[in-house]
């Protein structure tokens, strides 16, 4: 829809008024974004992308009219959003933002019940199993739940009669807190799934805000229902029976989102790959860091084994990374828009910047944009300004091209000098069009064993690299990415042994 205005808007503070008569049904299966679900104790109503919204105009596309229509998501402009839900007395209404008139609408034991909660690291019943079903207000058929999100790309709400409701406080690093909430029916009440949510929201959050930069919204809440898994500002919806790993994964991933596209506004309707790919790195600390590492990936889970991550990454199709989500191949989907993405920042972190460096540059690409709207050239712009360094082949290779890759030892020469050492001659060769540096694992007769790094540069002219050096011993042993850190075409070709000692 457009609308053309009467008259100019004035710049740097006009305002307008535009007022909107809109309704629809909610539908029992709303493209896992909105949807109901029954339950013994009543409906569970979820509800997201609600209300008409203005297209982004940003200083790079102007405005930015692409429709919804499934895959990409959103692309959303921040501000401060007032909204109020009416609902009959007995369900229970959650939505994005802070509920601004808890005394109208909630019970006084409820009330007392949340001043605990936000004094606790354990969490509190709001409302507990055996009330469910409490009216909130027995004389009044219906309540308006009252609610304000400030600057903000959204809101989303649920409801439900049917809803065990329980809280935590969440600890940030600026000394504020936030609070995380769980809303979920007696059927998801268990110790492998709901009744640990708000204890992995809290986690999954105070992660995160000391890893990259606080969390902004008053409550962080977890909707039990429908909807197998989606983000909104201060509230998500998850599958009201998973279980086990896949609980966990769901909360902390879909919670990772407040940081992108929530805080950091790109533009995940063409870019998935920048909300999807980075959610899925801090997914990846998460489940180091949680409970001690209860959820380690490796431990637990094939996120990280290099077949499963090598069949996403090694794809010979043309699509690459910075493709449209709509017109990508749907079976390129996931590899292109969370494994790739995920796995090029962690070997951009672990292998070409270091730790120390790129963990600087992600913090500072969030404080830079947050509540803006970066371009993918912004994000790479952030992280080579920090770090210092040009990486532009990286970019193109990965993200810009399906560029491939295939190190390979093509021959090692160890031969006697006349001091009683050795000259030593390995050649290397890039097989396919992905440059990046070898990580280098040398042994040797006397048993020592050397791990050498020749760094991108060596491919600047070349597909072929010959690296000499002298040792005491013979070498027996050559090995590229002993850690197999790269998805690397072919293992069988990294690897060399000398014959005499074989
Ligand atoms: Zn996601």
Known sequence: MKISLPEKLAAKGGKIQIIINYEFKITENGLDRSGRLKTKNGWITEVGQWFPRMCVYDNVNGWNTLPYIGVGDFYLEYGNINYEITAPSNLLVFGSGQLTNPKEVLTETQIKRLELAKQSDKTVFIRTADEI???????????????????????????????????????????????????????????????????????????????????????????????????????????????????????????????????????????????????????????????????????????????????????????????????TKLSNRYALAYVKPRIGLMILRNEVLGKERFDGALKYYAEQWKYKHPTPYDFFHCIENYSGESLDWFWRGWFLENWQIDQAISKVESVADSAKGFDNAIVIDNLQKMPLAVVLEIKYRNGKTERTILPVEIWLRNKTYTYNFKSDTEITNVAIDPDKDYPDKNYNNNVWSNPIFK
């Not at 870019?271 to 790195?281: A, H, L, R, V």
């Open 133 to 327: 079903n409490q009216i909130q207000n027995k004389n009044q058929k219906q309540l308006t739940w009252k609610f304000f999100c400030e600057n903000t790309r959204d809101v989303a709400w649920a409801a439900s009669s049917a809803f065990i409701w329980d809280a935590a406080r969440i600890n940030l690093p600026n000394g504020k807190s936030s609070l995380a909430m769980s809303a979920y029916p007696i059927e998801s009440v268990g110790d492998n799934t709901w009744s640990r949510s708000t204890e992995y929201a809290k986690g999954t959050i105070e992660n995160i805000s000391k890893y990259l930069i606080p969390y902004t919204y008053p409550t962080a809440v977890a909707i039990a229902g429908p909807v197998s898994g989606m983000e909104y500002p201060g509230i998500v919806f998850c599958a009201a029976f998973d279980m086990d790993r896949e609980f966990w994964y769901d909360i902390s991933h879909e919670f990772g989102h407040n940081w992108f596209p929530m805080l950091v506004g790109q533009n995940e309707r063409v870019f998935s790959w920048m909300d999807e790919g980075f959610n899925e790195y801090l997914n990846y600390f998460q489940d180091q860091t949680f409970n001690n590492g209860e959820f380690d990936s490796q431990k637990n889970f094939n996120r990280n084994l290099v077949e499963s991550r090598n069949k996403y990454v090694l794809t010979e199709s043309d699509e690459a990374i910075m493709n449209r989500p709509d017109v």
